[in-house]
């Protein structure tokens, strides 16, 4: 399983950005795809999943500003991220879990900063 991240970048607090992860076979086939990430000195985290009936899940600190959603029939899962914050700064990894295999992306970095 590949996973190919893209949009990160460096932004200004308060702003959006939109991650998308594109997975080289079809989401339905995982349990759950997400993203994780990971700060300078800290542990990874999980920031937002859908599972495969569609339901999503949320870290505390990104409920009512980040949304995971599913790309139509392209094998594609986005985050949509508003409201940035400095806190946010990171690297952010798209996953792919099936059968209690992880596969990762590479990670894109996000930088929130004035």
């Known amino acids: 399983v590949q996973l190919v991240e893209s949009g990160g970048g460096l932004v200004q607090p308060g702003g959006s950005l939109r991650l998308s992860c594109e997975v080289s076979?079809?989401?339905?086939?995982?349990?759950?795809v997400g993203w994780y990430r990971q700060a300078p000195g800290s542990q990874r985290e999980l920031v937002a999943n859908?599972?495969?009936?569609?339901?999503?899940n949320y870290a505390d600190s990104v409920k009512g500003r980040f949304t995971i959603f599913r790309v139509g029939a392209e094998n594609t899962v986005a985050l949509q991220m508003i409201l940035l914050k400095p806190e946010d700064t990171a690297i952010y990894y798209c996953y792919a879990r099936a059968l209690g295999r992880i596969s990762w992306g590479q990670g894109t970095q996000v930088t929130v900063t004035s």
């Open positions: 076979e079809n989401l339905l086939m995982f349990n759950d």
């Open positions: 859908i599972n495969v009936g569609g339901i999503t």
